[in-house]
């Protein structure tokens, strides 16, 4: 089994920054990829970003730019950096693991932008 948590959520005006980080524990086999995705009220989850074993990295064109996914491998953590945040960007962020063909998913965490 494995356990996501994410951290770093909160409220920011818009234009600020936040950095979320997930951190995996349990169970931890090589990575096909670890990603990003979000979700608002009244709204599907939504794909942000990922990163693959190899470290290749993919961006939803919604947040190319202004997010940059990254991963610390001795630390088992992915991170999100968020920079020029909009009220849009306002959602529940979840982490997503995916190895030997399992997807596992964090709880998630608030993020919203002020205007």
């Known amino acids: 089994q494995v356990h996501l948590v994410e951290s770093g959520g909160g409220l920011v005006q818009a234009g600020g920054s936040l950095r979320l980080s997930c951190a995996a524990s349990?169970?931890?086999?090589?990575?096909?990829?670890m990603g990003w995705y979000r979700q608002a009220p009244g709204k599907q989850r939504e794909f942000l970003a990922r990163?693959?074993?190899?470290?290749?990295?993919n961006y939803a064109n919604s947040v190319k730019g202004r997010f940059t996914i990254s991963r610390d491998n001795a630390k088992n953590t992915v991170n999100l950096q968020m920079n020029s945040l909009k009220p849009e960007d306002t959602a529940v962020y979840y982490c997503l693991r995916s190895q030997e063909g399992h997807d596992y998913w964090g709880q998630g965490t608030q993020v919203t932008v002020s205007s």
């Open positions: 349990g169970t931890l086999y090589s990575i096909n990829y």
């Open positions: 990163i693959s074993g190899a470290g290749i990295t």
